[in-house]
């Protein structure tokens, strides 16, 4: 047996974990913390706490010249100003499709003609459930940005050429607009 071969000695097994109980510490708007009891697969229990999230979209917005728009705003857990593709979270009740369009419209004031799905990422899959459903916009039109009252956002057209050496040198270090950024230049190079 090669020492690889044993790295591949538990596959196939279920290592599912199971709620015995969930019990929520904090319900808020627009997340939930919960410390759940569960049963690990060995038949012991555990606890497990995570967050409760909605969701939310991105997208990487491209115009006819290979230009994308990056709004630039503070996110206050980090303490600093990034820049980041166009995104939001779900409302609720909300489809990804319908948010996609509306952040779209509010942060960079466009409207697109053609969306296509990039797929989806688990951002915090370690402590959240969080999924950010990525797209891809274009055939785009202004018709002027109405940002919601408590954003402020600074916004700039980068080249995708640009922004994808900005996104490997670590400039760009929002995981989203990376992650979106790497997928168009991978799918557009075959």
């Known amino acids: 047996m090669s020492k690889y071969e044993d790295r591949e000695c538990n596959a196939g097994k279920d290592f599912t974990e199971s709620t015995k109980e969930a019990k929520y510490e904090y319900k808020g708007r ?17 606890q497990r706490e995570y967050i409760e999230h909605r969701g939310g979209v991105a997208v990487l ?19 600093r100003h990034l820049w980041e593709i166009p995104a939001g979270k779900l409302e609720a009740g909300e489809k990804p499709e319908e ?73 760009i270090k929002d995981g989203k607009t990376v992650v979106a950024v790497l997928k168009y230049v991978a799918m557009r190079r075959g």
């Open 61 to 79: 917005a491209m115009d006819e010249e290979g230009r994308v728009p990056l709004v630039r705003q503070y996110r206050y857990p980090l303490f």
């Open 99 to 171: 948010a996609i369009v509306r952040e779209l419209r509010e942060e960079a004031g466009l409207v697109a003609g053609k969306m296509t799905s990039l797929g989806e990422i688990y951002p915090t899959c370690g402590y959240s459930n969080e999924i950010i459903r990525l797209y891809l916009a274009t055939d785009l039109t202004y018709v002027g940005a109405k940002p919601d009252e408590d954003e402020f956002l600074e916004i700039k057209y980068v080249k995708i050429d640009e922004l994808y050496e900005k996104c490997l040198s670590g400039e």
């Open 30 to 46: 627009i997340i939930n913390l919960r410390n759940d009891d569960i049963l690990l697969p060995n038949g012991k229990g555990a």
